[in-house]
């Protein structure tokens, strides 16, 4: 097995030396900047974590698909970000806003083709399950940005579908980070669905602390605006949640109508709406569905048939991936 520390030092590496074609500048510069800005490299991370699984020492077979889940992430939070219409990302300006909707499109497009490009290099033996597993998820992620588009246009979305979009949206990449590692590694059919499924349970948590922190994080640490989901109106977590419990739903409606075209209003907006959430507890009501959804994803990767230090590993990874909320 390899250690947590080989695996954060070779993910670092990885992205510290990635390249991407020179010109044009105008269609590549975006790319170097979004990937220089940094972030957690969850995905890459999660790669090689199941991957290590399986192996004493890290491969060149795993390096570039590992690299391709966070290109391709990357990929969807240019384009997130334009429809979302957010200027910030990771304390940074979004590139939409740096350069212009236009490059933004144009570079994510570039961007999706070049995860693909790297993912081609995983080993041959294998390469058919990695191309299929990829694009299926590359297709469902697509699939969950589409309903969570749709639901902007809906006044009440049901728990049971927000957590089908979040499902799409977000886990299924995370699901098929740790596959990917799975399966490159050489684990067998029934281990690398367990890992999807521990892949996935994460990513729903992952999600819903997300959310969490949107309200009730700290701007400086989340690396954008706190409760930008309350200006937006934006279905979360816990406005579904909130929407389900509470017992004057008009209350809601009378906030989300609420103006936001000043600083002082959308400072009032928020101010309103977590009134609402905290008279109904909703702050920890997310952190305890994020408690069951980590546990989901534990319970599944107790069933490995992995060493001890494997198992912790894994553990360890859950506990960094949702301790900030939990």
């Known amino acids: 097995m390899i250690p947590e520390s080989t695996i954060a030092q070779t993910v670092k590496d990885l992205f510290d030396n990635i390249e991407f074609t020179a010109e044009p500048a105008g269609l590549y510069d975006p790319l170097r900047y979004m990937i220089s800005i940094g972030g957690k490299r969850l995905r890459p991370r999660l790669c090689l974590t199941a991957y290590s699984l399986y192996k004493d020492s890290i491969g060149e077979d795993v390096l570039e698909p590992a690299a391709a889940l966070e290109v391709f992430h990357t990929f969807t939070l240019i384009h997130d970000d334009i429809m979302d219409k957010s200027p910030m990302r990771r304390g940074k300006p979004t590139v939409w806003t740096k350069w212009n909707e236009d490059t933004a499109i144009l570079s994510g497009d570039v961007m999706s083709i070049d995860s693909y490009r790297r993912l081609v290099k995983a080993p041959r033996a294998v390469l058919d399950q990695v191309l299929g597993l990829f694009s299926k998820t590359a297709a469902q992620v697509c699939e969950g940005q589409q309903y969570d588009m749709d639901f902007e246009n809906v006044r009440q979305v049901p728990m049971d579908d927000y957590m089908k979009m979040i499902g799409l949206k977000t886990a299924v990449l995370l699901a098929c980070s ?19 499924e521990y892949g996935y349970q994460l990513g729903l948590a992952f999600q819903v602390a997300d959310d969490y922190l949107d309200t009730y994080g700290d701007s400086a640490v989340f690396g954008k605006p706190i409760g930008g989901d309350i200006v937006n109106n934006k279905k979360s977590w816990l406005l579904t949640h909130a929407m389900e419990k509470t017992s004057d739903i008009y209350s809601i409606y009378d906030v989300m ?41 534990l319970a599944a990767a107790s069933r490995l048939d992995i060493t001890a230090e494997g198992h912790t590993l894994l553990r360890n990874f859950a506990d960094a991936l949702v301790g900030r909320a939990k």
Request: net charge negative.
């Open 257 to 297: 109508r609420m103006p936001v075209d000043t600083e002082e209003q959308r400072a009032a907006k928020i101010a309103a709406m977590r009134e609402i959430y905290d008279a109904c507890e909703i702050g920890g009501d997310a952190k305890a569905e994020i408690v069951r959804l980590n546990g989901l994803a």
């Open 178 to 196: 740790a596959k990917m590692g799975a399966i490159i590694g050489g684990a067998s059919s029934e281990e690398a669905d367990l890992l999807y």
